[in-house]
Every structure is written in C-alpha cells, then in structure tokens.
C-alpha cells in the first residue's frame, strides 16, 4: 500500500547550521509532494511543495530536491534559526489521488542558539 | 479570510459514546479532507469531501464517517468510540478540486479525549 517514510525522527542542529530531512515514498503514481511544518501546539501549514516533473524547488533558505527514479524527496534548510524549530512532515499524494495526502512519520527540529 | 474553523476544540468521552466533530472550511473552498493526528501514528488520512461527496476515503474502520453539507461544512461522527480514538482531529481545506492536489489549510484541531 501506500506509505511514506521519513528520516531522521529527531534532529538537533546549532543556529546557522543546515538540516537535511529525508522522505521514500512507495507508490511510483506519487505525483505531489509537499512539505508541512507544525509548531509546537500549531496547526501544520505548507513551507513548500514540489510536483514530479520538476526535479528541485527553492524558497529563500528552503528547498526541496526530488529523485522519482529512486523515490526519494528531501527538505534542505539552510542557515537554520531558532524559529525553525518545530515538526517537519512530509508527504506524497498519487496521481488521481485529489486532496488525500499520505504523511511521513515527522522530524522533530531543535535549533540550538 | 477567515480561516478552517473546528468545533469543538476539546471534548472527553467515554468508551462506547459517540462523537461529532465539525468543520468550517475557509470561503470558496469546496474540498474538506480529514486527519487523525496521534504521537504514535503522526498524521493518518481519514477522508475528503468535495461538494458532498467522498472521493477518498483511509483505513478506517467502519465506526468513522463523515459528510459534506451543500455550503461545504463538514461532520464527521465517530461512534462506539474506543480509547485508541483519543486523538487531535484535524480538518483541512482546498480551494483546489481538481486532480492536480494543491495546498492543504488546516484547522487547529479537535482534541478528543476518551475515558
């Protein structure tokens, strides 16, 4: 079935420093991949998405990378800062698949100043 | 605009009760998904509604339903609820209908809590 996982659960990075998250993804009719950040208490609110036929997306310290022969997405942050501490979730949508998203696990981002 | 509005936000049931939980998605927005949010099994798919209609539904038993009003509010109902069903319940919406997903506005949550 379908299934998204995610790595690492937790990572601990110093201010200014870059955080790599990585999703594998099982259904190869994936076709939509966003990336969701939940603040502690927070609702999840989109950061940055990317379809499959482009293969990287960048926004400011953000950017997303995709390797649909692999089926692998990751989500770079560069220059972290306190803020962005929080849970990172990734997700993947299939073709025909509409608004039903299928999570990774989430990362937990402790930015340490 | 306002945004994905959820009542209520918090509510304790007992085993066995039932539970409706509600969904106001943001104006102009037709499609209503619904999540389970717990620290064990992270965010899990339960349904989506666009104009009335389910067009996907997770794996869930039987005890969840939902549904969709013409002005695109939303309900779900769980019944015979189990101590497992304690979670956030999440609601969100999408200007988008169409097979191309776009971004998900989420609400703050319906935290359930059952005894």
């Known amino acids: 079935g379908e299934n998204v996982e995610q790595h690492p659960s937790t990572l601990s990075v110093q201010e200014g420093d870059s955080a790599v998250i990585k999703c594998t993804y099982s259904?190869?009719?994936?076709?939509?991949f966003p990336w969701y950040k939940q603040e502690l208490g927070k609702r999840p609110q989109l950061i940055i998405d990317?379809?499959?036929?482009?293969g990287e997306k960048k926004d400011q310290r953000i950017a997303v990378t995709l390797n649909k022969t692999a089926k692998h997405f990751s989500l770079h942050i560069t220059e972290t800062q306190p803020e962005d501490s929080a849970v990172y979730f990734c997700?993947?949508?299939?073709?025909?698949?509409?608004?039903?998203?299928?999570f990774g696990a989430g990362t937990r981002l402790a930015v340490h100043p | 605009k306002a945004g994905v509005t959820q009542t209520p936000r918090y509510l304790i049931k007992t085993r066995g009760q039932q539970v409706t939980l509600s969904c106001s998605p943001i104006?102009?927005?037709?499609?209503v998904s619904w999540y389970q949010q717990t620290p064990g099994q992270g965010l899990q798919f339960l349904f989506e509604?666009?104009?009335?209609?389910?067009?996907n539904k997770g794996n869930f038993p039987g005890r969840f339903s939902g549904r969709q009003f013409s002005n695109s509010r939303s309900e779900m109902n769980v019944s015979t609820l189990e101590l497992g069903d304690s979670a956030l319940y999440l609601c969100?919406?999408?200007?988008?209908?169409?097979?191309?997903?776009?971004?998900?506005?989420f609400g703050e949550g319906s935290r359930l809590t059952v005894l």
């Open positions: 259904d190869s009719a994936s076709n939509y």
């Open positions: 990317i379809r499959s036929n482009v």
């Open positions: 104006s102009g927005h037709r499609s």
């Open positions: 509604y666009f104009s009335e209609t389910q067009r």
């Open positions: 969100a919406s999408s200007p988008r209908g169409e097979k191309n997903t776009g971004e998900l506005f």
């Open positions: 997700a993947a949508v299939s073709s025909g698949g509409y608004n039903k998203l299928i």
